[in-house]
């Protein structure tokens, strides 16, 4: 089994401590969704083998740039509501890709995602599911979309981000019901610096 995933490095840039968005219009989003369709294409070659993709994070650039001690990140205001819609439109098409490889969705009772504001307090506290707790037997399934809200907040203004992106990498496949193994691995190399995009079990 294939899980492949998009990180929001693939919708921003850096340059210096500070993040940009790539685009302002679809195509990030377009060209994240032409690399999954050519994934699906080598891994149709190979009767044994199967792909799932897994949603997106949400992001909020004026949190990052505060965190990381921007002067001004209030002007990152409207790349926040652009790159919300971005992410919110590529996480729809992943679910329509999950659904064209027949995938069957758990029912959306065990698949609601905790949903927290910038205040960290909970909206939503509906739980998400539990983790297999072993790797051998896992059974994993996909998930029902249902976007989350980014959860940047408490001391964000002493030059360090409270949560880096692999954390929030590491929710998105908890929400998934991935196996700890594959988590493990994602986040391994997210904190060596690499954006992980293909786990394998």
């Not at 840039?13 to 690399?35: C, P």
């Not at 949903?115 to 939503?124: A, F, G, M, R």
């Not at 940047?152 to 954390?167: L, M």
Request: hydrophobic share 35%.
């Amino acid at each position: 089994m294939i899980y492949l995933w998009a990180g929001t490095c693939d919708l921003t840039y850096k340059r210096g401590k500070f993040i940009h968005m790539q685009h302002k219009n679809s195509a990030s989003v377009d060209e994240i969704l032409k690399q999954f369709n050519r994934a699906i294409s080598i891994v149709q070659r190979y009767k044994k083998a199967d792909i799932k993709f897994v949603d997106c994070p949400l992001l909020s650039i004026s949190q990052w740039n505060k965190a990381k001690g921007h002067k001004d990140p209030e002007s990152f205001k409207n790349a926040d509501s652009i790159i919300t819609a971005q992410i919110k439109s590529l996480n729809k098409r992943i679910w329509n890709l999950n659904l064209s490889l027949n995938k069957t969705p758990p029912t959306p009772s065990t698949s609601a995602p905790v949903v927290q504001n910038i205040n960290n307090t909970t909206s939503q506290s509906t739980a998400p599911p539990m983790l297999p707790t072993s790797s051998t037997n896992a059974k994993v399934e996909s998930t029902v979309y249902t976007p989350r809200i980014s959860t940047f907040f408490g001391e964000a203004g002493k030059g360090e981000a409270p949560y880096d992106i692999w954390k929030y990498e590491v929710e998105s496949l908890r929400r998934c019901k991935l196996a700890p193994h594959i988590i493990d691995m994602a986040v391994r190399r997210s904190l060596r610096g690499h954006a992980a995009r293909v786990a394998m079990r």
